[in-house]
């Protein structure tokens, strides 16, 4: 931008600053919005790359404290408020409930155990499906078996462990999914 329409720009805009803060305060309903919004919108007027004279440089100006309002406006909206941050405080005050903390504990142990129960190639099938998350055919690859084999250890295997931690066991892949498998609970 030619020196000249710049400093014609900043000279406006620090003439009618008062202007624009009034008109941008009932715009936005906030004294501190239009107070962040003309600071942006100078920096923004300082770095401007106009080549040629504006029509109408005041609604120029103006419209560029508006942009910035609103850029500001839609930025602020992807953080949350403090009623939300208030809830994450609470929902995490739930979470660190000691006796969930040692129920919690105790579970994971109980899947060790049941775990370490199993064959050592149906544990690693297990631990490779459900921890590593593993395709099938990667683990049938690693172990030299058929993916239908894979299938079945992996079944056996989570039989076992729901068993042991007194839950049902529910497929949710394949033939069969969506159901329980019967446990008896005797």
């Known amino acids: 931008m030619p020196d000249s329409i710049k400093a014609s720009l900043r000279a406006l805009f620090l003439a009618r600053y008062a202007q624009f803060r009034k008109h941008l305060q009932i715009r936005l309903g906030s004294e501190d919005l239009a107070n962040d919004a003309l600071q942006e919108a100078y920096l923004r007027v300082e770095s401007a790359n106009v080549r040629s004279a504006v029509r109408f440089p005041s609604a120029y100006l103006f419209r560029i404290a508006l942009n910035v309002a609103e850029d500001q406006r839609k930025s602020n909206s992807r953080l949350l408020s403090v009623g939300e941050v208030e809830a994450l405080y609470d929902m995490a005050d739930e979470m660190a409930d000691p006796a969930r903390g040692a129920e919690a504990r105790s579970e994971l142990e109980a899947l060790e155990r049941a775990l370490a129960e199993l064959p050592r ?47 049902d066991f529910i497929q949710r892949f394949g033939p069969g999914a969506g159901k329980q498998s019967e446990r008896d609970d005797s």
Request: net charge positive; with cysteine; proline share 2%.
């Open 121 to 167: 190639r149906r544990r690693a099938i297990v631990l490779a499906a459900r921890v590593d998350e593993m395709p099938h055919k990667e683990i049938a690859a690693r172990y030299g078996v058929s993916a239908r084999t894979v299938e079945k250890e992996l079944r056996a295997g989570l039989e076992h462990c729901c068993e042991r931690l007194g839950r």
